[in-house]
């Protein structure tokens, strides 16, 4: 006899019985893979504003995955679910950037260690004009200092 916790096994879609003899009723805290949760899928700085570019990234990672997908199926159901996750991730990328748009104290990061050596600004991409190989009289890099 059944009661409500029981599984009724010819009831179960096949290959799905491990996890419902193990789980029971409960949610499984596991990754697509199968793998279980942990904190490692968390990551945090103690930096707001570090998090919410990580967070950022992350959505627009997804986005790129979720696009390729997109673009080689041609399913009209699975699109649309890909379609939908797309949104989503999009919305959330939205919710994040404005929250970075909105913090006005960085957090542990606020002019920690930075000097003004640091600001100075090095123009290692733009050669001499008379630069060539064997040219060693060509002029040094310039360089722009802020504070001098």
Not at 57 to 79: F, M, W
Not at 123 to 141: H, I, Y
Request: proline share 4%; net charge negative.
């Amino acid at each position: 006899m059944l009661n409500g916790h029981d599984v009724d096994a010819t009831a179960v879609g096949a290959g799905e019985i491990q996890s419902h003899v193990i789980l029971g009723l409960n949610p499984g805290l596991i990754n697509s893979s199968g793998y279980s949760w942990t904190g490692d899928y968390v990551t945090v700085t103690g930096d707001l504003c570090a998090d919410l570019l990580s967070n950022i990234a992350s959505e627009q990672r997804a986005k790129v995955v979720y696009q390729y997908l997109y673009r080689q199926i041609n399913d009209k159901k699975v699109k649309e679910t890909i379609d939908f996750l797309l949104n989503r991730e999009e919305a959330h990328n939205a919710i994040f950037r404005e929250a970075f748009n909105r913090v006005q104290d960085p957090g542990s990061n606020k002019d920690f260690g930075v000097t003004k050596d640091s600001r100075i600004y090095f123009d290692l991409s733009t050669p001499s004009p008379s630069n060539a190989f064997g040219n060693t009289t060509a002029n040094p890099v310039s360089f722009n200092n802020p504070n001098g």
